[in-house]
């Protein structure tokens, strides 16, 4: 395996750091064996039309191309594997550590612990598995709940805690969904609360088969109420499925849900998610030519492995841990669909990205979690600024 020097950017007038990284190392999510599934059964809802052409990387710039974001200055650094991070009203963000369980209270130039994962068991830090996915209750202002999206021995699950904010701590977790397998790597793990349901991504636990399968709860975005149950009128928690492992949902302006997910070897994609639809893993990856619900934007998998993602400004955000950079694209408008690539080789893996109150990003890089060599201060989390 060569090795090469990956140049960081100057932060907050020191110097560049330096960092060893990894060039030709594996896939975050190794090949899978795939079996062949039979045909999958007939979507309840009816889907919106999906666009008749999938974009596919394009980096070159164009006269109406928005300015480059630029990193303003790092939030925090000496983090275990940033995952999920969540803002708090005032401004600070309740930021997970994949590999600890903690969860830390950050604002510019403090991380303070505020609670540990601790449900049943142990939080499980082999592979990908660990503390992931946050988000707070749409009234996490009168009811201080805070989600999160967590692998324990025998399986993932979603937890909730009260968070006291006159103390700066969490509350003892609750268990709110479980019954989701877990396994070394495809553990998918984003939340998001839509329309005032959690939106939970599962990933297919290394069980292709799963994915297709609408009893299964692994391969799938879920959408569940606030305390688990399959919504009013709903006969099941299974929203989309025939996902391999998604790790970002994001709500754009109109509030449609977005979500980034790892192909296998032959395209990572990001997806536009309507109620219903098989999302054609593990089928298909990439474009399906209509037979499955097709990508909106799609990556060559050494390009990309999209973990984090934030839409904000009328772009989508992901953070790429195997291509090493921040990748936009465009949503709406005469280039949407079009990719570009941001922080090539800056700051190594990215991988949470999250739009701030400000409508700047704050993305976190993933070199400690045994993909990489890390550098000084690793990991960190960047203030972008748009």
Not at 7 to 33: E, I, K, M, N, Q
Not at 85 to 97: R, T
Not at 288 to 315: H, K, M, N, Y
Request: proline share 8%; charged share 25%.
């Amino acid at each position: 395996m060569t090795s090469r020097r990956t140049t960081r950017r100057a932060l907050l007038g020191g110097g560049a750091l330096g960092l060893a990284a990894l060039a030709g190392c594996s896939a975050d999510d190794p090949p899978s064996a795939v079996p062949s599934p039979g045909p999958g059964p007939t979507p309840s809802d009816t889907p919106t039309p999906t666009p008749t052409a999938t974009a596919t990387a394009a980096e070159t710039p164009t006269a109406s191309s928005p300015p480059d974001p630029q990193v303003a200055g790092e939030v925090a650094t000496g983090l275990a594997v940033a995952w999920g991070m969540a803002f708090l009203p005032d401004g600070s963000a309740l930021v997970g550590e994949r590999d600890t369980g903690r969860v830390l209270r950050v604002s510019p130039g403090s991380a303070e612990p505020v609670g540990r994962i601790t449900v049943r068991s142990r939080v499980d830090e082999a592979g990908e598995s660990g503390l992931l996915g946050l988000a707070l209750h749409p009234e996490f202002a009168t009811n201080g709940w805070v989600y999160a999206y967590a692998s324990v021995g025998e399986g993932n699950r979603v937890v909730r805690m009260s968070y006291d904010a006159a103390r700066a701590r969490l509350g003892e977790p609750e268990v709110v969904l479980d019954g989701i397998a877990a396994s070394v790597h495809h553990n998918g793990g984003a939340l998001l609360f839509a329309d005032g349901l959690l939106h939970v991504a599962t990933g297919d636990a290394e069980r292709p088969d799963a994915a297709p399968d609408p009893g299964a709860l692994e391969g799938k975005v879920l959408r569940v109420t606030d305390t688990g149950a399959a919504p009013p009128g709903a006969t099941s928690r299974v929203w989309t499925r025939g996902h391999r492992n998604v790790e970002g949902l994001a709500l754009d302006e109109r509030g449609r849900v977005w979500a980034s997910e790892f192909g296998d070897k032959g395209a990572d994609e990001l997806n536009l998610l309507r109620g219903g639809r098989d999302y054609g893993w593990p089928e298909v990856e990439g474009d399906s030519g209509g037979r499955f619900a097709d990508p909106f934007a799609q990556w060559p998998v050494e390009e990309c492995s999209p973990a984090g993602l934030a839409i904000t400004r009328g772009r989508a955000w992901l953070g790429a841990l195997r291509g090493e950079c921040l990748w936009s694209v465009e949503l709406e408008g005469p280039d949407a669909g079009r990719t570009r690539r941001h922080l090539a080789g800056e700051f190594g893996r990215i991988r949470a990205v999250v739009a701030a109150p400000d409508g700047s990003l704050w993305v976190g890089t993933s070199n400690r979690d045994g993909r990489t060599d890390p550098g000084p201060g690793d990991d960190r989390i960047l203030h972008v600024a748009l």
